[in-house]
T-cell receptor
Framework: LAKTTQPISMDSYEGQEVNITCSHN???????ITWYQQFPSQGPRFIIQ???TKVTNEVASLFIPADRKSSTLSLPRVSLSDTAVYYC?????????FGAGTRLTVKP | NAGVTQTPKFQVLKTGQSMTLQCAQD?????MSWYRQDPGMGLRLIHY???????DQGEVPNGYNVSRSTTEDFPLRLLSAAPSQTSVYFC??????????????FGSGTRLTVV
């Protein structure tokens, strides 16, 4: 299973764009990259998933370089409600493993 | 409402007691799994199922049993509760193993305390 490394914590301010990078040097050919958001006392919530290049949905973008050894979750114009823990997962769809995540704090 | 339903939300057990955490989903998802989350840590996979009648172990299966008799239900059994099993337990489901894009849908969790 590919191990992921992401920053333990990040701070930002309302209205800024936030980029969280995840390293996964030993990603396998069949592995997808998935990001989840978790608020206190709640289950994780799916944000976005990709295999290569760029994926965008209504809440975020996911940038994956050609070598796929890293990925960057981009949150445009964050608000206070985006304060949460963000997890980067790498693996096959049926075997995703969570790391410690990145605790994002958005300040006014 | 469609989604993953976990019961109970809170439970206190004495060491050595057994219990079953319930998980049900109404989205006709093939894949279901159980995770535990300890304070300040990420989730760890306990068991998972790729369809009715099929289960397999995850990272931390010891002390837990599962079964999948229907597509909708995936109960987690604690055989003999220990303080080390104090945690928040999350159930998750996913539409398909081969179709990416939607990820897992998680339940709201069961907070278990073993004294």
């Amino acid at each position: 299973l590919a191990k992921t490394t992401q920053p333990i914590s990040m701070d930002s301010y309302e209205g800024q764009e936030v980029n969280i990078t995840c390293s996964h040097n030993n990603i396998a050919t069949n592995d997808y990259i998935t990001w989840y958001q978790q608020f206190p006392s709640q289950g994780p919530r799916f944000i976005i998933q990709g295999y290569k290049t760029k994926v965008t949905n209504e809440v975020a973008s996911l940038f994956i370089p050609a070598d796929r050894k890293s990925s960057t979750l981009s949150l445009p114009r964050v608000s206070l409600s985006d304060t949460a823990v963000y997890y980067c997962l790498v693996g096959e769809v049926n075997d995703m493993r969570f790391g410690a995540g990145t605790r994002l704090t958005v300040k006014p | 409402n469609a989604g993953v339903t976990q019961t109970p939300k809170f439970q206190v057990l004495k060491t050595g007691q057994s219990m079953t955490l319930q998980c049900a989903q109404d989205m006709n998802h093939e894949y279901m799994s159980w995770y535990r989350q300890d304070p300040g840590m990420g989730l760890r996979l306990i068991h998972y199922s790729v369809g009715a009648g099929i289960t397999d172990q995850g990272e931390v299966p010891n002390g837990y049993n599962v079964s999948r008799s229907t597509t909708e239900d995936f109960p987690l059994r604690l055989l003999s509760a220990a303080p080390s099993q104090t945690s928040v337990y999350f159930c998750a489901s996913s539409y398909s193993l081969s179709v990416a894009g939607s990820g897992y849908t998680f339940g709201s969790g069961t907070r278990l305390t073993v004294v």
